[in-house]
C-alpha cells in the first residue's frame, strides 16, 4: 500500500487546515487510518486515528476539540481538519494505516504543517 498526504503548508495561529491522505496499491479497506506528526527535536506521536468503520477515534489531548479526523473509505482518503492552529502544532505530518487505531504498520511521506505566531 502507499500513502499520499498533502495540504501541508505554512499558516498563522488560528488558521486551519485539511491534510488528505490517499492510499494505493493493496490497500485495506478494514484498516485503521491515522494522523502522527513529529516536530524537529521531538519524538513522533500520535495524534488522531479512526477505526475501519469510523466507529472508533482516538485524538491526542492537545488536538481535541481542534482537530477532527475523517475517512471516504471510497475513495480510500483519510483527512485531518486542524482549525485554530497553534505554533506548537508546528510538525511534519504523517500518515499510517494499520490493523487497529494502537496497531500501524504502514507509513506515507510527510507533509509539513508551519504555524506561525
Known amino acids: 500500500v502507499q500513502l499520499q498526504a498533502s495540504g501541508g503548508g505554512s499558516v498563522q495561529a488560528g488558521d486551519s487546515l485539511r491534510l488528505s491522505c490517499a492510499a494505493s496499491?493493496?490497500?485495506?479497506?478494514?484498516?485503521?487510518r491515522a494522523w502522527f506528526r513529529q516536530a524537529p527535536g521531538k519524538e513522533r506521536e500520535r495524534v488522531a486515528a479512526?477505526?475501519?468503520?469510523?466507529?472508533?477515534?482516538y485524538y491526542k489531548d492537545s488536538v481535541k476539540g481542534r482537530f477532527t479526523i475523517s475517512r471516504d473509505t471510497a475513495k480510500n482518503t483519510v483527512y485531518l481538519q486542524m482549525n485554530s492552529l497553534k505554533p506548537e502544532d508546528t510538525a511534519v505530518y504523517y500518515c499510517?494505516?494499520?490493523?487497529?487505531?494502537?496497531?500501524?504498520?504502514?507509513w506515507g511521506q510527510g507533509t509539513l504543517v508551519t504555524v506561525s505566531s
Open positions: 496499491g493493496r490497500t485495506f479497506s478494514d484498516y485503521a
Open positions: 479512526v477505526s475501519w468503520s469510523g466507529g472508533s477515534t
Open positions: 499510517a494505516t494499520g490493523p487497529s487505531i494502537d496497531t500501524m504498520m504502514n
